[in-house]
Nanobody
Framework: VELVESGGGLVQAGGSLRLSCAAS????????MGWFRQAPGKEREFVAA????????AYTESVKGRFQISRDNAKNTVYLQMNTLKPDDTAVYYC???????????????WGQGTQVTVSS
């Protein structure tokens, strides 16, 4: 499975961005998908994840109510809608895929190259 993220950029605090992750492969529908981020000097951390069917999601506490993960299995794409962005959200955002159940750990089988999100104050 190849994952390609897009949609990152520079935005002012309070603004919004929507990240996309396009996946190759015919078995996308069987994968749980996750979004992670890594700020300079910090470890990669979980942001959000979604079950293969889209019926179950998980979020890290700091983004609840501001970010929304969704997926379109017909387009092999997962999205991360980010609203009310804060400077602390600045990081490289990575898309990841794993067979089976979603998890908030880093235990994913495939990773994208990442897309930079910068939130200015």
């Amino acid at each position: 499975v190849e994952l390609v993220e897009s949609g990152g950029g520079l935005v002012q605090a309070g603004g919004s961005l929507r990240l996309s992750c396009a996946a190759s492969g015919r078995t996308f529908v069987s994968y749980a998908m996750g979004w992670f981020r890594q700020a300079p000097g910090k470890e990669r951390e979980f942001v959000a994840a979604i079950k293969w069917s889209g019926g179950n999601t998980a979020y890290t506490e700091s983004v609840k109510g501001r970010f929304q993960i969704s997926r379109d299995n017909a387009k092999n794409t997962v999205y991360l809608q980010m609203n009310t962005l804060k400077p602390d959200d600045t990081a490289v955002y990575y898309c990841a895929a794993r067979r089976g159940l979603l998890t908030t750990s880093l235990n994913y089988d495939y990773w994208g190259q990442g897309t930079q999100v910068t939130v200015s104050s």
